[in-house]
């Protein structure tokens, strides 16, 4: 009799630790490897700027003035790709996202040119001194979303980033590579992004819309297609934390 009341409790105890221990599903591969695009080996920095409030008309200036050299000149293997302004969000806050095309060689690469750049190393120095906090994030394209291409404006912009529980990465990925094609209608998607080097986990979607109506329009008008319901209410569980900036493009912005 003890020892069916010992081995009952042993499978009870087991059962109970079966609802709280998540499975683990074993993969062979990076997640970067198995979400990224394969036919390109580009890599993405994105830049975050807080400028002193005083400082904003002066840095907007100075980076108009700097930012296209660089996005025009040959030697360097990087791109602008685009550059804003946050209007509903942190406020005085400039926002710079950059295409490296290569990877890790070809930010190196710029990255040592620029050392040698006495022209850059001017413009940062004057930079910094509008600055009140800056960071960045290197970053990686989902393989199911739109590559970000030049477009005319005028536009608004908004970006939606994501602070994930560890470990969902590849289950965000999963959702989004169907959720993407209820988004797709009204040629809104610009580009969507994971972060490599930074804050990790974290997920960036970049969006245009022509307004704020039309954004509310659009994003309203996804409730009424079959499945998007689904799929937001499997892929809100792996957020801990989100951030929605609406952004302002600058004049020398590829992306308007």
Known sequence: RGLGSSACSAREDSWLKSLFVRKVDPRKDAHSNLLAKRETSSLYKLQFHNVKPECLEAYNKLCQEV??????????????????????????????????????????????????????????????????????????????????????????????????????????????????????????????FFSQIGQLYMVHHLWAYKDLQTREDIRNAAWHKPGWDELVYYTVPLIQEMESRIMIPLKISPLQ
């Not at 000149?73 to 791109?79: F, I, L, N, S, T």
């Not at 470990?167 to 959720?179: D, F, L, P, S």
């Open 67 to 192: 930012l296209p050299k660089i996005h025009e000149e040959k030697h360097y293997p990087c791109a602008l790709v685009g550059t804003w302004n946050t209007w509903y969000g942190e406020q005085d806050q400039a926002v710079h996202l950059w295409r490296y095309e290569g990877g890790y060689p070809a930010l190196n690469e710029v990255m040592s040119k620029l050392r040698q750049n006495k022209e850059f190393t001017e413009f940062r120095k004057e930079r910094g001194n509008m600055l009140l906090s800056r960071k960045n994030q290197l970053l990686l394209e989902f393989s199911f979303w739109n590559e970000p291409v030049p477009r005319d404006g005028p536009n608004i912009y908004e970006l939606r980033s994501y602070q994930l529980r560890p470990g969902t990465m590849i289950e965000w990925g999963n959702y989004w590579a169907r959720a993407i094609r209820f988004r797709q209608d009204s040629n809104e998607a610009v580009g969507g």
